[in-house]
Structures are given as C-alpha cells and as structure tokens.
C-alpha cells in the first residue's frame, strides 16, 4: 500500500464514521458496467461541497488491492448487486488530487515532474522485481508492470481542473496539463476506469481537446448518473424525520438544482443544517464565490438584464452549447450564464433551455453580490420590498402604487419601461421580500385565461394569497374586474382561506394607480 498507489481506505471510512451518511455506494455499479468499455473515461464536474472527492475515496476504496473493503462495504446498497465480489479489491488504483501537487510547484513542466516521481516511486516500491524500460517515464512504468502481471490500473483523478481555475491565462501551461493526461491516460491497454473530478467539464481549444476519450457528466447533462449528484429529495425527506426539521423549510432553502430532471439538493448545507438544527447559508465561499460579483458585472450581451430577471424569481433562456469549459473565454451572456451553472449559483433545464436560481440561500448571495457598484435601483427595490408587502397586506392601496412606481421608474434603465413583462419583472422584485412566505407564479393558467402573478403562500404559512393583474392605459379597477370576471381565483386549487386581489395600472406619464379587493375561497 503506496501514498498514491493503492492508498487503502482510510478516507472513505472517515466518511462511513460521519454522524450524517448518505449512501451513494450505487454509483460503483455504474462505473463497474463500464470497466475495459469505450465508455471507460469519466469526467464528473460538479460545484464545490457537492461530494467529488467522497465519490472519489469510495471508489478507491472499493477498487484499491492495497485493502481489504468487503466488511466495509457490506452495508451499503452496492453489496446486492451483481458485479460486487468479482471486482471488489481487484485493481491497482493510482489515486491523485491535483491540487496538492499543484499548490507545491511553480510550474506545470514541475508539477508533472513531481506526479511521476510520486507515482513512480510507489509503483517502484510495490513492484521492485519488474523489468522496467525506463523508470524515468511513467507511462512506460505503468505498461511494463501491466505486462508483467496483468493487473490493470484504475486512474482516479480528483480536482483535475484546478489549473484552469488558477492559472485561467495560461493557455500554454493549460495544454501542456492536457497533452500529459491524454499521453498518461487515452488508449492505453493498462488502463480499465479513468475517472476524474473537477468544478469545470473538459477544457476546449482549437478544433477539438486533447483528452476527447472522456464521457462528460456535469451540471448542463449528468445523465444516466444525475442522482449521485446531490441529495435526491427522497434522501432529504429521510435526513428532515430523522432530525426533526422541517422539510418544506429545507426545500426553500438547498433545492432547486435541475440535473436531467432530478431536483437535487446541495449536499453540504442540508448536513450543516440537519446538525445545527437551523437554517442558513453554508456553502463555504470559496475562490468561485468571490468571482461572483467580477462575472454578474460584465453585462456581457444583456447579462445585467437577465440576472435582474433571475434574482426577481424568473427563469431566462440560455445557450450552453459554446461554452469554452474555462473561466476566461466569454462571447456572450450564454457563456457566463453556463458557467454560473458549473459553479453552483445557477441551475439549467436540459429540456427547455432555461437557468434560474436554485434556491433561497443562492439568491442571498446573489444579493450580497449586488449590494453596491452599479445595482443601487435594484437593491433599493428589494430593500423597499417588506414595506410594499405590508402595505399590500394592510391594503394601503396608495403606497402600493406609490412603491411600484419608484421600483418601476428606477429600473427603467435596465429594463423596457412600457412592456408588461418588464413590469412583472419589477413587481416580482418589487415583492422579493415575499419570497420568505410564498412561491411566486407568472403567467399562472387559471380560469379562462393566464393570471400575471400568483402568490401562493407557502405551507404552515397563516398569510393570505395574492394576485396580482397588471394593466398600462387602463384603470387598477379594470384589473381587478379581470380577476373575477376571468376566475383567476381557480388557479389556487390547493389553497383555502383570503386572497388579496391587487390591480396595478400605470398610464403614458408612468403614473400608477393600485386597487385591493379581499375575497374568500
């Protein structure tokens, strides 16, 4: 048993030792179906905390011949399936994590240098007895132990991407790293299972990239292994009984994230917030959080806009398809968008081609991004958010009007002035404070037409419903009339209790009028 050659599993029972372990051991039969496969090179890219390097300890763990795992294992969902015993502990597993060869060195030319001295040195020590061409170049220490005793390797790879996240300039310094992974890893007979992990999917540049033998799973397409990219909703409904939080809670706060259609949540703030027994934000904010601000303020192609509209609950169309897979190349929104998707802060809707904000604690630091520098009419709309929700409640129809008209005005520069869905945009920022309470819905089908803006209120929430109908050059009276004339109160099927009916006009010189109207459904 080496440092990095069969390494044993000390780390993944660390793991199994945890007070909260969600079993994600059925990922082993996926990567066990692909053994000696075309389909062989893996690269899984996830935002931080969500349990890259976990899956990476597990597999080794179970694969390394440097340990005897079968006790360990023997609990776990993986133990029933086929495919257990035979490939349990049977294969030399070479297990990196870039960073820390990264962070000892100055220069790509020194880190490689030091793999294949770490790597070789291990391989020496495990097997001293084999005739080795030249112990100077790994590959070919790897193809003569291969030979030797036909035991093939299994490459583990952990934060591989770390270079394209700290040296994001260094183009030269990034091929390099790249030609020496495919010259260590692509079709080579030594090689049963490349698995590697990272924040970001495999680099492009020119015609094609250098390491194209990998199968991608990220955040934009994880399929047919998107549930191990997070905790699955059964998973946090299991963690919320078991330590008596509630699970609506939760959802508002960790979920959101769209993987192939399978709502996920992020691992490490349910754990945190299961074993402090209250909610708040735990993703830790690292080096992609402080980047936040620098990529939402490019306003690269309208990107102001649409993270307006984001922050404001909506949902904007994107294209991820041209994205470079690098934290420098932008050529459009679409490419900061999807990388916001990579690192956490945005989710995306294969099927629709959409990005929004997962979640509550996202959306604060979305907020906390935005504070100052350039967003001041959308701070002050949201810092002026709580008062416009009790006017509504209280009906103050005339501050109601009065607060719209302000977030309507100042946002004018960043949004269309006399368009409607501009003005739902605002309205919907205009009440984020109410996102607390309710789930917000545009354009909700109800009646006989499609009601602007529905707040539901949330579970075990006493608040009553809104909704809101939107009208220019017309009267607050008019909307309201709209409201019941069409049954928008239909749309709130699973609600009972008080609905506020708000009506909201603005006329050519951006005056605005409000009507509230209470019913009882």
Avoid at 190 to 218: D, Q, V, W
Avoid at 383 to 408: F, K, M, P
């Amino acid at each position: 048993m080496g440092v990095y050659l069969n390494p044993g599993n000390v780390d993944f029972q660390e793991v199994l030792n945890s007070k909260i372990y969600v079993d994600k051991s059925e990922l082993i039969q996926y990567t066990n179906s692909v053994l000696r496969t075309t389909q062989k090179y893996i690269c899984v890219s996830r935002p931080r905390r969500f349990g890259k390097s976990m899956a990476a300890n597990m597999l080794t763990a179970y694969y390394s011949r440097g340990c005897d795992s079968r006790e360990m294992f023997q609990g776990l969902k993986i133990a029933k399936h086929t495919g257990f015993e035979e490939h349990l502990n049977q294969y030399n597993v070479v297990h990196l994590n870039m960073q820390n060869f990264l962070s000892k060195t100055q220069t790509i030319e020194q880190m490689i240098s030091l793999v294949t001295k770490a790597v070789g040195r291990d391989l020496l020590r495990a097997y001293p007895d084999v005739d080795y061409l030249d112990k100077t170049i790994l590959t070919f220490m790897l193809d003569d132990i291969y030979e030797d005793g036909q035991v093939p390797f299994i490459f583990i790879i952990d934060e591989w991407d770390c270079i394209f996240r700290s040296r994001k300039n260094q183009l030269e310094e990034q091929t390099k790293y790249l030609d020496f992974l495919r010259d260590l890893l692509k079709d080579k007979s030594y090689i049963a299972l490349a698995y590697m992990t990272g924040i970001l999917p495999i680099k492009k540049y020119g015609e094609h990239s250098a390491i194209n033998a990998f199968y991608e799973y990220s955040m934009t397409d994880a399929s047919p292994i998107e549930e191990f990219t997070g905790f699955t909703e059964q998973e946090v409904r299991r963690l919320c009984e078991q330590y008596k939080m509630p699970f609506t809670e939760t959802k508002k706060w960790y979920d959101g994230y769209c993987v192939d259609g399978v709502s996920i949540y992020n691992p490490k703030s349910v754990v945190e917030a299961m074993l402090r027994g209250k909610f708040s934000n735990y993703w830790t904010k690292t080096e992609t959080y402080e980047a936040l601000k620098v990529y939402i303020d490019l306003n690269q192609d309208g990107l102001r806009d649409k993270i307006v509209q984001m922050i404001a609950g909506e949902k904007v169309p994107v294209n991820p398809d041209k994205f470079q897979n690098d934290m420098t190349t932008f050529h459009s929104a679409d490419d900061v968008l999807t990388l916001l998707v990579h690192l956490g802060y945005l989710t995306y809707d294969e099927q629709n081609r959409v990005v929004w904000i997962p979640n509550g604690e996202v959306r604060q630091e979305f907020i906390n991004s935005i504070e100052d520098g350039g967003w001041e009419p959308v701070v002050q709309a949201i810092r002026s958010s709580e008062r416009l929700l009790q006017a509504t409640l209280s009906g103050d129809a005339e501050t109601v009007a009065e607060l719209i008209e302000q977030a309507h005005q100042a946002n004018a520069s960043i949004l269309k002035y006399n368009d409607e869905n501009a003005l739902s945009c605002v309205i919907s920022l205009a009440y984020y404070s109410a996102q607390k309470n309710y789930t917000l819905h545009r354009e909700m089908p109800a009646g006989k037409g499609f009601a602007d803006i529905v707040f539901e209120p949330n579970r075990n929430c006493d608040l009553p419903a809104l909704i809101v109908e939107l009208k220019w050059g017309h009267s607050a009276e008019e909307a309201v009339e709209q409201i019941k004339r069409k049954d928008y109160l239909d749309c709130l099927k699973n609600y009972t209790g008080e609905v506020l009916l708000v009506g909201v006009n603005y006329d050519k010189e951006k005056r605005h009028t409000c009507r509230i109207e209470r019913a009882v459904i």
